[in-house]
T-cell receptor, first 113, second 113 residues
Framework: EADIYQTPRYLVIGTGKKITLECSQT?????MYWYQQDPGMELHLIHY???????EKGDLSSESTVSRIRTEHFPLTLESARPSHTSQYLC????????????FGPGTRLTVL | GNSVTQMEGPVTLSEEAFLTINCTYT??????LFWYVQYPGEGLQLLLK?????DKGSNKGFEATYRKETTSFHLEKGSVQVSDSAVYFC????????????FGTGTLLAVQP
C-alpha cells in the first residue's frame, strides 16, 4: 500500500480563486512529481523535485507553482484558477535509482467554473 | 530522444479472452521498463517491471518480457476478468541527470462479461 496522500480528492471552484493542492508522502522519498492527466488519459509532467529546496518545471508548461520545504510535502498552487486548469492532478514519489518503483497518490479532480 | 509507444485503445474483450497490449520504446543505454495500471477514479499503481534484457516481469496473471532486440515490452494475460478493466501505461526510466519516468499514452481496456 502506497503511503502518498493527496487532498482534496475533488475540488470545484470559481474562476480567479487561489488554490493549493496538497501532496504528502511518508516513505522518505527524495524525488516527487506532479502530473496533469487530461481526459484522453495521457500523463503530462508539470513539476518535479529531487529534494528539499529543489524544484523544476516539467515537460508541459503550467501556470502552477510548487514548493518543497520539507521532504514529505510537495504542494501545488494556482494563484488564479481558470477553466483551462480543469483536469486531474496526480502526485507521485520515488526513491532515487533507476530500478525503484514510483508511487502515485489517488489524484485531485479539479473543476474550475 | 527517449520515448514509449503503446497501442491505442480502447481494447474491448470478452471475459477469459487473451490480452496483448503492445509497447515499444526508444532509449539510449539500458532503461528499466514498467507497466502501471490505473483503475477508475484512482492513481496509478505498479503492475510489473523488468530491469534488464530478457527479464520477465509478472504479477496478477500479467506478464511482460524485456526484449532488447525488438525494443519491446508487450503486456499479456492469458484470461482477462471484468475486474481487469482499467487504463494501462507502459513506461521507462533511464539513468542520467533527469532520472524521470517516461510514460506511453495509456491503453484503455474494457472487459465485458
Amino acid at each position: 500500500e502506497a503511503d502518498i496522500y493527496q487532498t482534496p480528492r475533488y475540488l470545484v471552484i470559481g474562476t480567479g480563486k487561489k488554490i493549493t493542492l496538497e501532496c504528502s508522502q511518508t516513505m522518505g522519498h527524495d524525488k516527487m512529481y506532479w502530473y496533469q492527466q487530461d481526459p484522453g488519459m495521457e500523463l503530462h509532467l508539470i513539476h518535479y523535485s529531487y529534494g528539499v529546496n529543489s524544484t523544476e518545471k516539467g515537460d508541459l508548461s503550467s501556470e502552477s507553482t510548487v514548493s518543497r520545504i520539507r521532504t514529505e510535502h510537495f504542494p501545488l498552487t494556482l494563484e488564479s484558477a481558470r477553466p483551462s486548469h480543469t483536469s486531474q492532478y496526480l502526485c507521485a514519489s520515488r526513491q532515487g535509482g533507476s530500478y525503484n518503483e514510483q508511487f502515485f497518490g489517488p489524484g485531485t479532480r479539479l473543476t474550475v467554473l | 530522444g527517449n520515448s514509449v509507444t503503446q497501442m491505442e485503445g480502447p481494447v474491448t474483450l470478452s471475459e477469459e479472452a487473451f490480452l496483448t497490449i503492445n509497447c515499444t520504446y526508444t532509449a539510449t543505454g539500458y532503461p528499466s521498463l514498467f507497466w502501471y495500471v490505473q483503475y477508475p477514479g484512482e492513481g496509478l499503481q505498479l503492475l510489473l517491471k523488468a530491469t534488464k534484457a530478457d527479464d520477465k516481469g509478472s504479477n496478477k496473471g500479467f506478464e511482460a518480457t524485456y526484449r532488447k532486440e525488438t525494443t519491446s515490452f508487450h503486456l499479456e494475460k492469458g484470461s482477462v476478468q471484468v475486474s481487469d478493466s482499467a487504463v494501462y501505461f507502459c513506461a521507462l526510466i533511464y539513468g542520467g541527470a533527469t532520472n524521470k519516468l517516461i510514460f506511453g499514452t495509456g491503453t484503455l481496456l474494457a472487459v465485458q462479461p
